[in-house]
């Protein structure tokens, strides 16, 4: 297993709310990138997170939001979920430019 | 923008034979790399093999090897002496990297069955 963690593993939230998740990552790195990954798809790059700035985003609203904190951490913020916001949510830790190592995911189911 | 194509949602195995999982991808960079991932239904994404662009040699992990093609853009995973425990999905994919910022764009994947 690598060192990155998430948490929550699975939550069920209704349509119009708000959820945060979160990602320790592995020691020692220092960039965070989230990906969705949709049941029955590859996932699908959301954004990266390098020293605490946002520093790549891919094509998605910007209701999806996130923060690095200065331990590396980070958290996914997505706002006013909808139905198609149901997925798995996976986070990958590197350093920049290496390999990236990905955690266990949180599956978010949105009802 | 840079696309991975894997055309084959299914692909099934005997215990100890040799599959092989076909991947295209298209991009107008000339240096990047190129990864196969499995993905068990643990969800974890673990990496099994990778490939720098620029290297002529295929890559080669243990009982995991590629067939990369440069000029046809095309990254075939061969998979020799087939476990039980290859059964996942498997997925591959490119890094961009542009402006400082990188990401990995990822196929649909190729769900493995292994048959005893």
């Known amino acids: 297993e690598t060192g990155v963690t998430q948490s929550p593993t699975h939550l069920i939230k209704t349509r119009g709310q708000q959820v945060t998740l979160r990602c320790s990552s592995q020691s020692g790195h220092n960039t965070v990138s989230w990906y969705q990954q949709a049941l029955g798809q590859g996932p699908q790059f959301i954004f990266q997170?390098?020293?605490?700035?946002?520093?790549g985003r891919g094509n998605f609203p910007p209701r999806f939001s996130g923060l690095q904190f200065p331990n590396y951490s980070s958290e996914l913020n997505v706002n006013a979920l909808e139905l198609d916001d149901s997925a798995l949510y996976l986070c990958?830790?590197?350093?920049?430019?290496?390999?990236?190592?990905f955690g266990q995911g949180t599956r978010l189911t949105v009802v | 923008a840079q696309t991975v194509t894997q055309s084959q949602p299914e692909m099934s195995v005997q215990e100890a034979e040799t599959v092989t999982l076909s991947c295209t991808y298209d991009?107008?960079?000339?240096?990047?790399?190129l990864f196969w991932y499995k993905q068990p239904p643990s969800r974890q994404m673990i990496l099994v093999i990778r490939?720098?662009?620029?290297?002529?040699q295929n890559a080669t992990e243990n009982r995991f090897s590629v067939n990369f093609q440069k000029a046809a853009k095309s990254f075939s995973l061969k998979i020799s002496d087939s476990q039980l425990g290859d059964a996942a999905m498997y997925f591959c994919a490119y890094r961009s990297f542009q402006g400082g910022s990188e990401k990995l764009v990822f196929g649909k994947g190729t769900k493995l069955t292994v048959n005893p």
């Open positions: 997170y390098y020293r605490e700035e946002e520093n």
């Open positions: 991009t107008s960079e000339s240096d990047y790399y």
């Open positions: 490939q720098e662009a620029y290297k002529q």
């Open positions: 990958a830790s590197s350093l920049i430019g290496r390999e990236a190592f």
